[in-house]
C-alpha cells in the first residue's frame, strides 16, 4: 500500500478519493457502454480503474509505478479488471484494436513523449473506439509535470491522432461543455481540460 502524495492519490476507499479526481470518473461513465473493454492509463492507485467496472465488461489499468499497481491489486481488484506495471508510451502487451474506450486523466502532462502515448492509444483503440483524455490547463506549476499545455495546445496535440468531438472544462467537480459555458481558466487556482475524441479514420 502506498501513501497519496502531491503527485499520486492512494485512498483506501473509492469514495475515499480526492472529489475532483472521482468526478472525472464519473463523468467518463457517461461515454462506456456495458460490453465495453476499457483501459484505464495511467491508473495510478487504481480506484478510478475499480469504479469504471461499474459499467463495462472489463477494465485494465497500467501504471508505471510497481507500488501503486501493489496499492491496486491489494485495495481495488475485481473479477473485472486488472492491473500491470506498464510505460503508457510503449504499451506493447496489448494487441492492436483491442480497447473500446480509453480514459487517460492527468498523465500526458507526466510523459517525457506524449505523441507516442497518443500513437499507441491509437493503436490498441478499436476503429469506432473513444478516448476520454484530461489535463490541467497551463501554467499549473507542478514540479512533476515534464509539459503543461494550453487549450489550444492541447486540442492541436490530439488533432494528429483523433477527432476532437468536445472539449470539456472542469472547475473542482463542476464539469461542463466549453461549447455552451465560457469561463476564463485563469480565474481558478486549477482548472483541467477533458476531450472526448473518437478514431480519426
Known amino acids: 500500500m502506498i501513501e497519496s ?30 460490453d465495453d473493454v476499457v483501459l484505464d492509463a495511467p491508473c495510478g492507485s487504481g480506484y478510478g480503474t475499480r469504479l469504471l467496472t461499474e459499467k463495462s465488461t472489463k477494465v485494465y489499468g497500467v501504471d508505471i509505478f510497481p507500488p501503486a499497481i501493489d496499492h491496486a ?39 517525457k513523449s506524449p505523441d507516442l502515448f497518443l500513437k499507441e492509444i491509437r493503436r ?37 491522432y483523433f477527432k476532437i468531438d468536445n472539449i470539456y472544462g472542469q472547475i473542482y467537480t463542476d464539469i461542463f461543455n ?10 481558478y487556482d486549477h482548472f483541467n481540460y477533458i476531450a472526448v475524441c473518437s478514431s480519426k479514420l
Open 5 to 34: 502524495d502531491k503527485e499520486r492519490q492512494a485512498p483506501k476507499t473509492v469514495e475515499a478519493a480526492e472529489p475532483s479526481h472521482l468526478a472525472r470518473y464519473k463523468f467518463a461513465l457517461n461515454f462506456i457502454l456495458e
Open 73 to 111: 491489486n491489494e485495495l481495488f481488484s475485481n473479477d473485472k479488471n486488472c492491473f500491470f506495471v506498464c510505460d503508457i508510451q510503449d504499451m506493447e502487451l496489448f494487441k492492436d484494436n483491442y480497447f473500446d474506450v480509453v480514459i487517460s486523466f492527468e498523465g500526458i502532462e507526466h510523459i
Open 178 to 187: 466549453l461549447n455552451d459555458r465560457l469561463e476564463d481558466p485563469f480565474a
Open 124 to 160: 490498441v483503440l478499436t476503429t469506432d473506439g473513444r478516448l476520454i483524455i484530461s489535463t490541467p490547463r497551463k501554467p499549473h506549476g507542478s514540479p512533476y509535470h515534464v509539459v503543461e499545455f494550453s487549450l489550444e495546445e492541447f486540442k492541436k496535440i490530439l488533432s494528429k
